[in-house]
Every structure is written in C-alpha cells, then in structure tokens.
C-alpha cells in the first residue's frame, strides 16, 4: 500500500486557492495538482505536452512559492 493512499485529500478547489495565494501559477498548478494526485513526471509531461525537465522546472517553482 502506497503512503499517498492514507493521506487526507484536499479538495482541489482549495489547493487552487491556497496555491493562487501564495503566488503558484497556473501552469505551475496544474502540473501540481497532476502530481498530488499521484501521476508520474513522465505522464504530467505528456497531459501538459511538455518536457519531463518542464514538469521538474514547474514543480520545483510551485514548491519554492508555497515555502
């Protein structure tokens, strides 16, 4: 059983609000959003038709603005 399985879900509209916030942007969320729900670099690169590097890029932002 994966850790994530036992993880309480936020509903995403407030992730979105919370994330918008504290300055994440769209295309920063979206790529976030993919990976709180568990989707692989390489899937959330193919869902957004961008690079694997793209994903790490946006992830990492998203990850600096809600620090």
């Given at each position: 059983?994966?850790?994530?399985?036992?993880?309480?879900?936020?509903?995403?509209?407030?992730?979105?609000?919370v994330a918008t916030s504290y300055g994440v942007t769209?295309?920063?969320?979206?790529?976030?959003?993919?990976?709180?729900?568990?989707?692989?670099?390489?899937?959330?690169?193919?869902?957004?038709?961008?690079?694997?590097?793209?994903?790490?890029?946006?992830?990492?932002?998203?990850?600096?603005?809600?620090?």
């Amino acid at each position: 059983m994966e850790a994530t399985a036992n993880m309480f879900q936020m509903p995403e509209n407030f992730i979105k609000e919370v994330a918008t916030s504290y300055g994440v942007t769209k295309t920063e969320l979206d790529a976030l959003l993919l990976a709180i729900n568990d989707c692989p670099g390489a899937e959330i690169a193919v869902k957004l038709n961008i690079s694997q590097p793209a994903v790490r890029k946006r992830l990492g932002e998203a990850t600096a603005s809600l620090a």
